[in-house]
């Protein structure tokens, strides 16, 4: 229709008004496609978007009776006690949750208090502090042990260095000085033989830097 003329609107109302156009052929539907369309490709087309819509419908109602239900396959949700739970009813003894850029924090975790709940960084962190205080309280006292064996040591040296009186019916008083590492004792003591040379007594006593004193009291019969 006027192929050999300019103009591009094409105007059909009479002197009575707009005009139907009628017996128009199917045109081609594609994303190029300049043809005109007839009533009964809008209608296909118009057919064709209520049934996406009713599937769409169809399927936003399934997945609200999922949801209301409290559950999703692998996360469902306790109506009662309101507990979330993972892969239930499935099997696999893993839960990878690494993504595109590697691993993911999990966060908003309670503080566990079964024997297979998980625990959080502060429940870590309270026991690497109490860890910590046990190793220096058995730190000092380590050093507290090793100072008093270091002081006996030193009281045991102080002792045996006090003379004993080695005649008959004879006394000896005698004191002695010891030392080992970085302690010192200092001791004191009395031995007695009887008349016949048979008995001999002892008695000693000590005293050292980490003010342990000690004593002892000995007897003996030679022959």
Do not use: C
Request: aromatic share 4%; proline share 1%.
């Amino acid at each position: 229709m006027a192929k050999d003329t300019d103009g591009t609107l094409i105007d059909f109302r009479g002197t009575k008004g707009e005009r139907l156009l009628i017996n128009v052929k199917k045109g081609k539907i594609s994303a190029d496609s300049k043809d005109a369309i007839n009533g009964s490709q809008l209608y296909q087309a118009n057919q064709r978007v209520n049934k996406n819509i009713n599937e769409i419908q169809n399927i936003l109602s399934e997945v609200n009776n999922i949801i209301n239900s409290g559950g999703t396959g692998m996360i469902s949700q306790d109506k009662g006690t309101k507990d979330i739970h993972i892969g239930q009813n499935k099997d696999g003894m893993k839960i990878n949750i690494v993504g595109k850029r590697g691993n993911r924090r999990i966060s908003g975790v309670k503080a566990g208090v079964s024997d297979n709940d998980a625990v959080n960084i502060r429940q870590l962190r309270e026991i690497q502090n109490a860890n910590n205080d046990a190793y220096r309280h058995l730190d000092k006292r380590i050093d507290y042990l090793d100072d008093k064996l270091t002081a006996g040591v030193a009281s045991t040296m102080a002792m045996s260095g006090i003379p004993q009186a080695y005649q008959p019916n004879s006394n000896l008083a005698g004191i002695a000085l010891g030392g080992y590492g970085n302690k010192s004792a200092i001791a004191v003591g009395v031995s007695h033989i009887s008349e016949n040379g048979h008995w001999v007594t002892k008695l000693q006593g000590s005293a050292n830097t980490e003010s342990d004193f000690g004593a002892t009291v000995g007897v003996g019969y030679q022959w």
